[in-house]
């Protein structure tokens, strides 16, 4: 796809990997739509691009019903990259309600919700990409972060589902999961994660831009990126 004036809207764009990839569509003339739940974060991201064709939606992907009060306007859109997203670590049984909740509808909940808000304006043009970003969390169990994981495999069962309903049309979806990156998702949970290893989300934004520009021969439905392993010497 050529991404020139093509209409994307990223949500978790205002920081990390969704601000990365902002950063490689304004190179592409693309029009974005920078989706975050903090109105400062989200300005701040607007200004940093500095671009015309950069527009913004404060949104809680919490709420289904602030999400569908923000998208209601929406009547064209070409790509929804659904981004956003939250860490948790730690054993189950001392894990708060609340930070399971807020996991479980953030990378989940409000990510199927702005699917369903967004899927029927692509089927009625039968235009369109979905693009889910989960993580290597998604298809490989670990230890010490089970809500987080449970959050990423429902990601990935709702992409393998909503691709085989979709397979007779023309709007693709694809699954993306990428490993550790530099980010500051481990710091909002103050996580002693030690990410000095962990991949550049410049580098993973240039490989999903790739991905979207693909012929439509090319079959890359599920794409996996692992970081490389450093051995230690002693």
């Known amino acids: 796809m050529n991404l020139k004036n093509k209409t994307v809207l990223i949500t978790g764009g205002n920081s990390g ?10 190179k ?36 289904y019903k602030d999400i569908q009060k923000k998208l209601k306007n929406i009547r064209h859109l070409d790509i929804l990259i659904n981004n956003a997203g939250v860490w948790l670590e730690g054993q ?10 807020n ?13 369903k808000i967004i899927l029927p304006i692509m089927l009625k043009k039968n235009h369109g990409i979905i693009f889910n970003i989960s993580s290597t ?23 393998k589902s909503l691709q085989k ?3 007779n049309t023309n709007i693709k979806v694809f699954g993306f999961y990428p490993g550790g990156m530099k980010t500051n998702l481990f710091n909002k949970t103050n996580s002693k994660k030690d990410v000095s290893n ?6 993973i934004a240039k490989i999903i831009v790739f991905i979207l520009q693909r012929p439509q021969s090319v079959n890359m ?5 692992n970081r490389s392993k450093v051995n230690k010497v002693n």
Do not use: W
């Open 137 to 159: 969390s998604g298809i490989n169990p670990k230890t010490n972060q089970s809500i987080y994981i449970a959050s990423k495999y429902g990601v990935t069962g709702f992409t």
């Open 28 to 63: 592409k003339n693309s029009k974005i739509i920078i989706l975050g739940k903090d109105k400062k974060g989200v300005e701040m991201a607007r200004k940093k691009l500095n671009s015309p064709l950069i527009s913004t939606i404060v949104c809680d992907l919490r709420d």
């Open 92 to 101: 189950l049984q001392n894990n708060k309600f609340l930070d399971i909740a």
């Open 17 to 26: 990997l969704g601000f990365a990839i902002a950063k490689e569509l304004v």
């Open 165 to 167: 309903d979709l397979e």
């Open 221 to 225: 439905d599920h794409v996996v990126i």
């Open 103 to 115: 996991v479980i509808n953030i990378n989940l909940t409000g990510l199927i919700c702005i699917t």
């Open 198 to 203: 962990f991949m550049d989300p410049q580098q």
